[in-house]
Structure formats: C-alpha cells, structure tokens
C-alpha cells in the first residue's frame, strides 16, 4: 500500500505545482488570510457553502484546520470566499506585506493597516489620472528600476502627507479638549 501512495503522492505535488504555475490557484499565503479572516469572523462552513455556492464538503477540505491537509483552492472559490468576507486584493495583499515583516496585530497595527488598505483602494485611479496628464511619457523607456525609483519617490511623499495629516490631527485633538472652548 505504500508504494502505491508515493507516487500518487508525488503526482498530486506536481499537478500542484503546474495548477499554481498556470493561475489557478492563489499565490502562497493567501488561503492563509483568508482561513484567518474566516476564523476571525466567526463564519461557519455552512454559512460560507450558501452565499458562495461552493459545496460544503469541498469548503470543508479547503478551509481545513490543518494546511497540509488543505485541498488547493482554485481562483474561482478565492474570488467567492473573498465576496463572502467583503475583502478585496488590496486587503490581501496588506496583510500578506504585514505577515511578511512579521508584525503582529498588538498596538495600532490594525489602524495602520486601515489606513495603507484605505489609501491603496483609490490610488490606482489617481495615478492613471495622474499619467493621463502628463502626454509626454515614453512608456517604451520605462525600466523596472525607473518605476523601483517612482515608488520610493511616492513613499516619501506619502510619508510626508502622513506627517502633515498627523499635525492637522493633533490640532483638532488639542481643540476638543480645551475646557474653554466655547
């Protein structure tokens, strides 16, 4: 019997591999999130199998305790468990950044996640408008080290915003708690 489950073992490790190479399957950590924001809601496997449609016994295997034992999950029931939770790929992938960095949830880190998941939702459009601007740019000359360089220029700036709008907050903090204000 063992020899016959070595390679079946094998097989499905390849058609893995091959599934994920071709898109469909999400990429490494995000069935984690979602497992966690499942978790973290309170969603039951029942509840979750009626407003995605997927059937129960394969969100059991999907969303399993244990992630070696996790079924893979395709793009599709990714997108469905996502509408489910009301999250998107900004949500994601702000909480994979954080995971990568290793920081907890302790202190102001879900504020700090509130804010970079608020500012990243309309920051796409903004830069298209932002691009749609400017006439001249030679998209032929763009190179991923001008835009690695765009990206820390954004940083900076947002960085910069992000003191600015602290300031304004602590103003109006100081305000409301004057006594003799009127």
């Known amino acids: 019997m063992a020899h016959v489950e070595g390679p079946r073992q094998n097989r499905?490790?390849?058609?893995?591999?091959?599934?994920?190479?071709?898109?469909?399957?999400?990429?490494?950590?995000?069935?984690?999130?979602?497992?966690?924001?499942?978790?973290?809601?309170?969603?039951?496997?029942?509840?979750?199998?009626?407003v995605t449609g997927i059937k129960r016994t394969r969100v059991q295997r999907i969303l399993h305790a244990d992630p070696e034992q996790r079924a893979l999950m395709t793009i599709d029931e990714v997108e469905?468990?996502?509408?489910?939770?009301?999250?998107?790929?900004?949500?994601?992938?702000v909480e994979l950044e954080f995971r990568r960095r290793n920081l907890d949830n302790s202190?102001?880190?879900?504020?700090?996640k509130g804010i970079i998941k608020g500012i990243l939702r309309g920051l796409p459009s903004e830069l298209i408008d932002e691009m749609d601007l400017i006439c001249e740019i030679d998209y032929d000359e763009v190179t991923p080290e001008l835009t690695l360089n765009l990206q820390k220029i954004l940083a900076k700036c947002a960085g910069r915003s992000l003191k600015s709008f602290k300031r304004v907050c602590d103003r109006h903090n100081q305000e409301r708690s004057d006594p003799f204000r009127d």
């Open 107 to 112: 202190g102001d880190i879900p504020q700090r």
């Open 12 to 50: 499905t490790s390849l058609v893995d591999a091959v599934r994920t190479r071709m898109g469909l399957v999400p990429a490494d950590g995000v069935v984690d999130i979602l497992c966690g924001l499942i978790d973290e809601v309170g969603l039951s496997q029942r509840y979750l199998s009626g």
């Open 80 to 93: 469905a468990l996502k509408a489910a939770l009301s999250v998107d790929d900004y949500d994601i992938a």
